[in-house]
């Protein structure tokens, strides 16, 4: 069992940067494949990118690429995406999501354990 908390969301102008980070609980962080998706109204739940369970592997979404860069500590049981160059496209709510593989997937079927999500809005 994992529970993960999301924080450090929040409202930013169209250009500048948040970082995000999710807090896993239980002693094998290490063992799950980290996820980050977003939704936005009226819109189906997407893929961000992701960080295999040893830290050596990311995949992004095309819309991610070059802006957002994830990481992981699993001496703190944490994953970040840090979110820069940010775009009003990118307001929604983001979630970070566990699988106990090594490997990321861009299906959010896959995922076992899930955040609550967190707000990030930004203004034009």
């Known amino acids: 069992q994992v529970q993960l908390v999301e924080s450090g969301g929040g409202l930013v102008q169209a250009g500048g940067s948040l970082r995000l980070s999710c807090a896993a609980s239980g002693r094998t962080f290490s063992s799950y494949a980290m996820g980050w998706f977003r939704q936005a109204p009226g819109k189906e739940r997407e893929f961000v990118g992701g960080i295999s369970w040893s830290g050596t592997s990311t995949s992004y979404a095309d819309s991610a690429k070059g802006r957002f860069t994830i990481s992981r500590d699993n001496s703190a049981n944490s994953v970040y995406l840090q979110m820069n160059s940010l775009k009003p496209e990118d307001t929604a709510v983001y979630y970070c999501?566990?699988?106990?593989?090594?490997?990321?997937?861009?299906?959010?079927?896959?995922?076992?354990?899930w955040g609550q999500g967190i707000q990030v809005t930004v203004s034009s």
């Open positions: 999501a566990a699988r106990p593989v090594s490997w990321v997937s861009a299906n959010h079927y896959d995922y076992n354990y």
